[in-house]
């Protein structure tokens, strides 16, 4: 098999094919029904997400109230998370990419998978989707809602600023470089022969990330999942803390698009060769 590797400025011819860059904006895709079909599918994908999950939350913190030993626990908690994201991909990779994720989305963008207006209307999207999610839950157990925190991510005692940012940080960076490295087309042909069902590994992460830093910020890695919960619980400390959960994620995703496009894919090796060749 033929392998991508650099031989002075010349590169071997590639076994795979890397999709085109995505423009900055399309404006061709406006007057697409599979643009507006994909926003769609993110807008109910996320309000799926928001509404098992954050009924997760409630129903484990209300029967833990009564007994210690009751409810999933916090590793039912990251399964649920996890979980829902490995069926949600599943279901809507195929006509929006299934980011479900502002994150994702922003970290996509920025390796010019997806365009400006498509990344914007993905996290308007998803933003709406997560609070409906969210008031679907207060609507149909409101009592329990209000008293156990509605699902809203904060700091939690004992932790500063910097720890809840960096584990944030952290927590997103392995989400999205998962994303990208499940769904590399240089990885799917190079192990055609490892049948790797992409939501797994994605879904896998968001577990792993869970289990890790639930104790510290409830665990966000996801804007619309933070801002969501904190719109329909509207109370003051979701709010204090909610920059958090948006410039956490964002520069967490934005550190693994840079890593994966420019040094594990080589892009800035091989941007360098070609701007010498030209010279």
Not at 35 to 58: H, P
Not at 127 to 154: D, H, S
Not at 182 to 200: C, E, W, Y
Request: charged share 15%; hydrophobic share 45%.
């Amino acid at each position: 098999m033929a392998k991508d590797m650099e031989v002075g400025t010349e590169y071997a011819p590639k076994d795979y094919q890397d999709p085109p860059p995505a423009p900055l904006i399309d404006p061709e895709e406006l007057g697409k029904w599979s643009f507006y079909r994909a926003i769609i599918a993110e807008f109910i994908a996320t309000l799926l997400f928001l509404y098992i999950t954050v009924l997760t939350v409630i129903g484990y913190k209300s029967q833990s109230s009564t007994d210690q030993c009751g409810g999933v626990g916090i590793l039912g908690i990251a399964w649920a998370f996890g979980g829902m994201i490995f069926v949600l991909v599943y279901c809507t990779a195929g006509i929006s990419g299934g980011h479900i994720n502002p994150a994702v989305t922003f970290g996509l963008f920025l390796a010019r998978k997806v365009s400006l207006v498509r990344a914007i209307m993905y996290i308007v999207a998803q933003c709406l989707g997560a609070i409906c999610g969210c008031g679907l839950v207060k609507a149909f157990q409101k009592a329990y809602y209000v008293k156990y925190g509605g699902g809203a991510n904060t700091l939690n005692d004992g932790y500063s600023t910097g720890t809840g940012l960096g584990a944030e940080i952290i927590g997103t960076f392995v989400l999205v470089y998962t994303v990208f490295a499940a769904t590399d087309p240089k990885r799917n042909a190079r192990d055609s022969h490892v049948p790797v069902l992409a939501p797994l590994p994605i879904g896998f992460a968001v577990f792993m990330v869970h289990l890790a830093t639930i104790p510290v910020t409830g665990t966000g890695i996801n804007p619309a999942r933070s801002f969501g919960a904190a719109v329909v619980y509207g109370h003051n400390k979701a709010w204090d803390d909610q920059w958090i959960f948006w410039v956490g994620p964002f520069i967490g995703a934005a550190i693994a698009a840079f890593y994966h496009q420019f040094i594990l894919r080589a892009g800035a090796v091989k941007a360098l060769g070609s701007f010498r060749s030209n010279a």
